[in-house]
């Protein structure tokens, strides 16, 4: 088939996208405003389009409504098959027509999802569904998935928060599923956007508002998120010297899994540093315990905290039969708070977790510890506590439980001390911290 060279360069974000979404079937991408999600759906709709072949290749994109894609993607794909030979284009019906791999013709049409009667019947090699979070719930299960069925197609479901809705979900599932991809992209990542902009952005704009549209906070439309996603994200990306955290204890918090779906889930802290978190599902407790003494020993840690709640008092007694009685605690999360703030344990551990990210602490860039730090809601009770919601109430959201996220605020469960603290190294701290950090709790 002979070339023809496309009017499209790629930004290096776009570019990202492209090779993540040719590597696996589904995608869903939640990326911020102007990044160029449009043009980039488009050209990766005219590739796989122009490359496929499967007889009688057929492709859509859909938006929420059908005066929108026609409004923000049609002059797109006009644009960027002009070049390709024999191009058939349907103004009334939004379709642009051209030669393909295999040796027929190749369809690609704009659809509007207020009119999913259009999508039935239909069959797809490749789907992009643009805004999703304009678009009702049953859209992808019921209407589009069975189009891809018979030809294996592929879907792309890519836009910008609207608050915890088809998109949210969708990603959430694809954070947990090995085959699907899951990218998040906020402006402070993409380079796409100059300082300036931003400023702009910031003045005409509620803090809301840029939160959701530009820094891809899922959680920006409520006010009761108790970590925001921007705080999770630069923790992530913040790498400490082992100055400021090698003279700190080294504390490990173990969360239990209870639920089929659930982890159970090892997380090593010294100071500001992550170590290293381990995930395990399927163990049964012994197995579990002997992976949570390795840890103890590997790290030399001076003190372990495992949720007892549920199964958790199985793994304690396993451990204590190992002889680590002297390095271990059972940690209540249901216990009362040392700080009258809060209502239990839970709620102390996780706002100890907030602060500690706040002030400097790392983490993994693992998205799915970050998307579980920025969904756990909070409230007041009548007696003006913070209390967290319930895992059992985040299932109902359709959020797993946040395993990654509880094991690390339960090495914040009680202050602890280095039995081996070194008083010449006390001063040593990073020049961007205030004071040195607090060689008791390392934190």
Same mark, same amino acid.
């Given at each position: ?54 007889? +009688?290749?057929?492709?859509?994109? @859909?938006? $929420? ?5 026609? &409004? ?18 349907? %103004?009334?019906?939004?379709?642009? %027509? ?8 190749? +369809? ?37 998935? $069975?189009? /891809? ?16 809705? /088809? *998109? ?6 694809? *954070?947990?599923? $090995? ?13 796409? /956007? ?20 530009? *820094? ?9 998120? /108790? @970590? ?38 090892? =997380? ?7 170590? %290293? ?26 003190? &372990? ?5 549920? *199964? ?14 002297? +390095? ?19 709620? %102390? ?47 109902? +959201? ?44 390392? =934190?």
């Amino acid at each position: 088939m002979p070339t023809y060279k496309i009017p499209y360069k790629p930004r290096p974000i776009q570019q990202v996208l492209h090779t993540a979404m040719d590597g696996y079937r589904f995608s869903v991408i939640v990326a911020h405003r102007r990044l160029g999600k449009t043009v980039c759906m488009i050209n990766q709709l005219i590739k796989a389009a122009t490359l496929c072949k499967k007889p +009688r290749p057929r492709y859509s994109y @859909i938006a $929420p409504y059908y005066a929108q894609a026609k &409004t923000i993607a049609w002059d797109y794909l006009k644009h960027y098959t002009q070049p390709l030979p024999n191009v058939k284009r349907n %103004e009334s019906e939004l379709w642009v %027509e051209f030669p393909s791999n295999s040796g027929g013709n190749a +369809r690609i049409r704009l659809f509007g999802a207020e009119n999913p009667d259009a999508l039935r019947g239909q069959y797809y090699d490749g789907c992009v569904m643009d805004e999703v979070a304009q678009m009702k719930p049953n859209i992808w299960g019921e209407i589009v998935m $069975p189009c /891809l069925v018979d030809r294996k197609g592929w879907a792309v479901f890519i836009g910008t928060p609207s608050g915890m809705e /088809l *998109l949210f979900k969708l990603y959430n599932d694809a *954070l947990k599923d $090995p085959d699907w991809f899951a990218g998040l992209y906020p402006v402070t990542e993409t380079g796409v /956007l100059s300082e300036d902009d931003l400023k702009q952005a910031r003045k005409t704009m509620s803090d809301a508002q840029y939160r959701q549209e530009f *820094l891809v906070d899922f959680s920006a439309s409520s006010e009761f998120i /108790l @970590i925001p996603l921007d705080v999770a994200i630069k923790a992530s990306k913040r790498k400490n010297l082992p100055h400021t955290y090698s003279w700190a204890p080294v504390v490990i918090g173990v969360d239990v899994a209870r639920f089929g779906d659930d982890q159970s889930v090892i =997380y090593v802290r010294q100071g500001n540093h992550t170590i %290293e978190i381990k995930k395990y599902q399927n163990l049964n407790l012994m197995e579990f315990a002997d992976y949570v003494a390795a840890s103890i020993q590997r790290h030399n840690a001076v003190m &372990t905290f495992i949720d007892v709640v549920g *199964l958790g008092a199985g793994v304690v007694d396993r451990l204590v039969s190992l002889g680590f009685q002297d +390095r271990i605690i059972g940690a209540n999360a249901g216990f009362s708070a040392d700080n009258p703030r809060y209502k239990n344990k839970r709620a %102390e551990m996780w706002s100890l977790m907030k602060e500690w990210l706040e002030e400097g602490g790392d983490i993994p860039d693992d998205p799915i510890l970050i998307s579980q730090l920025s969904s756990v809601e909070y409230k007041y009770d009548p007696t003006d506590r913070l209390l967290l919601e319930k895992k059992e109430d985040m299932k109902k +959201r359709g959020l797993s439980s946040p395993d990654l996220a509880d094991s690390l605020s339960l090495s914040f469960f009680m202050p602890v001390m280095q039995t081996d603290w070194d008083e010449d190294n006390a001063g040593y701290y990073d020049d961007a911290q205030t004071s040195a950090p607090n060689p008791m709790t390392g =934190y």
